[in-house]
């Protein structure tokens, strides 16, 4: 089954959240209600990149990888990059 990395930024204090799901729209929604302890705080989100893969494990490997980089920058260049899903 398809699977998301996302990456989602605050309109309150525009910093980024990094993860993935199965269902875009549902997870975001989530964000955005507070459902998610990390993101609460920080609402609302807006989702601002996305890539599509296979499966779940190569989501989750991609999510890992990106969020290795510990860059700012780095985030902020896929972000500007055209999407590629």
Do not use: C
């Amino acid at each position: 089954m398809t699977h998301f990395v996302y990456i989602i930024q605050s309109l309150k204090d525009g910093s980024y959240y990094i993860g993935s799901a199965q269902n875009l729209e549902e997870r975001l929604a989530r964000h955005n209600q507070g459902r998610s302890q990390y993101t609460r705080s920080k609402r609302p989100w807006e989702m601002v990149f996305i890539e599509e893969f296979p499966d779940k494990s190569t989501a989750a490997k991609r999510e890992q990888e990106i969020k290795s980089r510990k860059s700012k920058a780095y985030i902020e260049k896929l972000v500007r990059t055209p999407h590629q899903s």
